[in-house]
């Protein structure tokens, strides 16, 4: 019988992927809809990608209040600042850390067991062993929201380094419109709102 190194899989027609698992939870499932194949080939990974860290945008969005949802979200938005827009970062940093969460009420905080997302092998690392699930049913709490974030500030942090495209400035921009509100009234939330969006979102004229 022949044997293979179990640390390297054979090449196969799928290219190097990886099945990772994520919990489906804040409805991010049902926004990823079909979106379960994020490597069909090199290039097709970004569409599907920006899509999972859209709907755990909106799914952090809609189901925390306010600055909690902001706060959540916090490892996605510097992982874009600090790629695109460093100098707006110790502007944002300085906003985020002067915030702090009041309840850790969550609208949507059933656990509908997990989603299983085909992944470019490269980009495996981001899905390791501090990624947290649960059961189908089971009442999610934020630790595991905040895990999830974790992972896919991850997955943008490496999409970032290798393609600042315009997909990417669209997503950003998709973000920066979803947060407005969450960045308040206040001159420093409004600076850097304003900065990133400036920099991002085509100006219409």
Known sequence: GE?????TTNPSSEG??????????LGIGKCLGNDLNLCVDDNTALPGLLSLVNCTVIGVIHNLSGVNALLTIKDILVAIVD???PSVGSLLTGFLSGQAGTSSNITDNACRGQIKLGFPNSLGKCIDDTLLFCADGDTVDTSIIESLVKAVACLL?????TNPGTLIKQL??????ATKALFGTTIVGNMAHKAITGAMCKQET
């Not at 044997?3 to 640390?7: E, I, L, R």
């Not at 190097?16 to 939870?25: E, R, Y």
């Open 157 to 161: 942090t490496d999409l970032l380094t």
């Open 172 to 177: 950003i921009c998709d973000v920066m419109m």
């Open 3 to 7: 044997t293979t190194d179990p640390g």
């Open 16 to 25: 190097d992927c990886i099945q990772a698992t994520l919990p489906d939870i």
């Open 83 to 85: 790629k695109l827009l």
